[in-house]
């Protein structure tokens, strides 16, 4: 009997990966796209994808005995206990599974091309559960059929960037906010956006859209402090509504807060209009409050706590935002514990340096702090597994599933917009817009744009071209990368730091299917 573990609610995510925006990753979603529904909603709300090797016939089984198969190129490999194996392809689909003994040796059996017929004479195995299991690792594309080549890539080799079916729009309401947390990037003030801004806002992003061929935008009301400008964040939104139904787009959307004041109303109405809520906590009592204090100096840790209590309450599950930094790196498990225990999507987001922040000298971390840290935070997760996988939560903005060939929508399919109607390629360069909402195409404009920051293909990018990583990481944040290098062309700052957690995070994940995913049985 052979024995792969897979995850089918993540297959469907790859599969159907054309649907997901450019949105910064970890910003402004709940993981799902779904408002109201927890991280278990991979597993019990997701969709799930089938393996076609698994309903195929026998005739068309029989059809592949006389095809020649390999070994995919650049197969990710892991021994972990008991004889399983963890297997990969991060440069190609990105498709995981854990295989038993049997699995990985009919795996190792095509190192050299080899005939599925040629096989299935040697196996001890019957020979249509050979060609089936065959076909299943075909299909997560750790086996290359030479055969049908074209036709395999064809199917396989689907990027999360492929389709781009969603214009993300980051929507900065006003400078204002009621926390002063130490690494923000926005400098404070009372200004907002006017209402008739915002709805030239949506004007703009529509025009966009439509002229750009999108099928949908992704809304993320930000700031400052979106829930300070509440009753114009729902107001723009009703708008963006009828408009984009008028237009025939589909329109996602979330907000960004610090959780600080929730009232029943206002989630009330957030709910009303499937608005995902992502919320910044940073740790317990102490650990948060030393980041993100209010405007008085006091902690803010109470209140989001109480706001977190009160959504859950009211079926509005929020996402978790979790800035790592110095400070707070070492007690990351406690702060797990807390979000793990509520079934809370999160991210965890790696502190980066900014014109308002660089006066700080505690917040930033060296490769060795952070690596350290993040092991001993993947100890804590080994010992309180969640049912649902983290892979697009441990390790800073990377997803470590599927395959992504840029990290973000930076200059191709991002527009983040500030309270006077300018518009630049990335939120944390609001401050200095490359032009307006008046313009006919701004996207036009921001893909046009040589200045700063630029849209590079990770396979382009110096020290990632032949790194196994490249498709998960996608080269990591565009905009710290030309801020610490001034270059677009060059690999994360961060990069040691990814190649040494992602075989540690992919261990997490082999430990997870194990233990909550009953293993397909060929």
């Not at 109405?269 to 209010?294: C, F, T, Y």
Request: overall charge neutral; aromatic content about 6%.
């Amino acid at each position: 009997m052979i024995h792969i573990w897979l995850d089918t609610a993540l297959l469907a995510q790859i599969t159907h990966a054309g649907n997901a925006s450019m949105m910064c990753p970890n910003e402004c979603s709940n993981h799902n796209a779904t408002p109201g529904l927890g991280h278990n909603a991979t597993n019990t709300h997701a969709a799930v994808s089938v393996p076609v090797a698994l309903t195929s016939t026998v005739p068309e089984l029989m059809q592949l005995y006389q095809h020649t198969f390999v070994i995919a190129n650049a197969l990710h490999i892991q021994h972990d206990q008991d004889k399983r194996w963890l297997i990969c392809n991060p440069t190609g689909s990105g498709k995981l599974a854990v295989l038993d003994e049997p699995a990985f040796a009919l795996l190792q059996r095509f190192t050299l091309p080899r005939t599925l017929q040629e096989v299935c004479e040697e196996a001890t195995i019957e020979p249509l559960r050979v060609a089936r299991a065959v076909s299943l690792l075909t299909e997560l594309d750790f086996l290359q059929d030479l055969t049908a080549r074209a036709a395999s890539t064809q199917a396989t080799s689907h990027s999360l960037q492929d389709d781009k079916q969603m214009l993300a729009v980051w929507l900065h309401v006003t400078n204002a906010c009621n926390l002063r947390c130490h690494y923000c990037y926005v400098a404070k003030d009372s200004e907002h956006m006017a209402e008739d801004t915002m709805r030239r806002s949506v004007d703009a992003v529509i025009r966009s859209a439509l002229l750009n061929g999108y099928q949908g935008i992704h809304l993320t009301y930000a700031g400052g402090e979106a829930t300070l400008r509440l009753p114009q964040v729902i107001a723009t939104h009703d708008y963006a509504l009828q408009q984009t139904e008028i237009h025939g787009l589909t329109l996602v959307a979330g907000m960004i807060s610090n959780g600080a004041a929730f009232p029943v109303r206002m989630i009330e109405q957030l709910k009303e209009r499937h608005i995902n809520v992502a919320l910044s906590l940073d740790g317990i009592a102490a650990d948060h409050d030393q980041q993100r204090p209010l405007i008085n100096g006091a902690g803010s840790f109470a209140l989001v706590d109480r706001t977190i209590t009160r959504l859950l309450q009211h079926g509005l599950v929020p996402s978790i935002n979790v800035t790592v930094t110095q400070r707070n790196l070492a007690r990351l498990p406690e702060l797990l514990g807390y979000i793990l225990a509520r079934d809370l999507p999160f991210g965890l987001s790696y502190y980066r340096d900014n014109d308002c922040s660089s006066r700080l000298t505690d917040l930033q971390f060296s490769d060795t702090q952070m690596i350290q840290g993040m092991h001993a935070a993947f100890t804590y997760i080994e010992k309180h597994l969640p049912a649902s996988t983290l892979l697009d939560a441990l390790v800073d903005k990377t997803k470590m599933y599927g395959s992504r060939t840029y990290h973000c929508g930076v200059g191709r399919d991002y527009l983040a917009i500030n309270q006077r109607g300018g518009i630049a390629s990335c939120q944390m360069e609001i401050a200095n817009p490359l032009t307006t909402i008046a313009a006919e195409n701004p996207l036009r404009v921001i893909r046009a744009e040589r200045r700063g920051v630029q849209a590079v293909a990770v396979q382009e990018k110096e020290g990632c071209r032949d790194c196994e990583w490249r498709n998960w990481c996608s080269g990591g944040c565009a905009m710290l990368t030309y801020r610490m290098t001034g270059r677009s062309d060059i690999k994360s700052p961060n990069c040691a730091i990814y190649k040494a957690l992602f075989p540690a995070a992919l261990r997490l994940e082999a430990l997870r299917l194990l233990k909550y995913v009953s293993p397909i049985e060929i």
